[in-house]
């Protein structure tokens, strides 16, 4: 009896280390899989263009344009280049001076240009002129040139884009010719206050961080 028992216990000892060793190996099997896991979790190309065509989505080209007996001030000009500009495209009508306002009409022309973009605003301000925000351009994603993953939940990405111009954006286009039409300073006002840009130049390249945030990916927050 009492034999049994000793190699019961002996059987009992030697199974303690072989368990120990059977719990270590799944552990690191386990460990091992979780970071395969982990390094298969990558931003793919499909999922960074659907963030950054997003983002892209969100930063057009805009102008503002007073309609009605507009009194000229710091924010509004209405004899400025920008004004000018769009009656030379026939898409205002700039009437004489009337004291201390400026007669700005819309053209025939002009309101259904307006009305054929997507995303104009129209604001009656107080003094009783009506003001127009208008999309003229759009950011548009050309490629996803490369992403390095700096870990599972954070990426880096590099991507060129190129501007869209709809028709009022081809008038303010810096290399046409209507633009052109005006002086070098009345040029450089138009570009730096007034929304004309080259909207046909080569695709710009630039950098975005983003993070995985849940099960989704967004711009990572600074």
Known sequence: MFEQELEMEEREASAIPLLLIVVLILAIVGVAGYYLWQNHQVLTPQQA????????????????????KVT???????????YRLLEKAGLLKLGKDQ???????????????????????TTKEGDGTESYTVP????????????TMINPSRAIVDFTWKWEANRLGEVFDASGPLVKSFNTWER???????????????????????????????????
């Not at 659907?50 to 989505?57: G, K, L, Y």
């Not at 000229?72 to 920008?82: F, G």
């Not at 450089?188 to 989704?216: E, S």
């Open 49 to 68: 263009a659907t963030v950054i065509s997003a983002v892209e989505a969100q930063s057009p080209a805009i102008i503002q344009v007073h309609v009605g």
């Open 72 to 82: 000229p001030s710091v924010a509004v000009k209405p004899h400025d280049p920008n």
């Open 99 to 121: 004291g201390r306002f400026t007669p700005v009409t819309l053209t025939t022309l002009g309101a259904s240009q307006f009305q054929e973009i997507a995303g104009v605003k």
């Open 136 to 147: 003229i351009a759009d950011r548009k994603l050309v490629e996803i040139s490369n992403i």
């Open 188 to 222: 450089g006002a138009l570009i730096q206050k007034y929304g004309a840009n080259f909207y046909h130049a080569d695709p710009a390249r630039t950098t975005l961080v983003l993070a995985k945030v849940g099960k989704r990916w967004e711009v990572a927050a600074e």
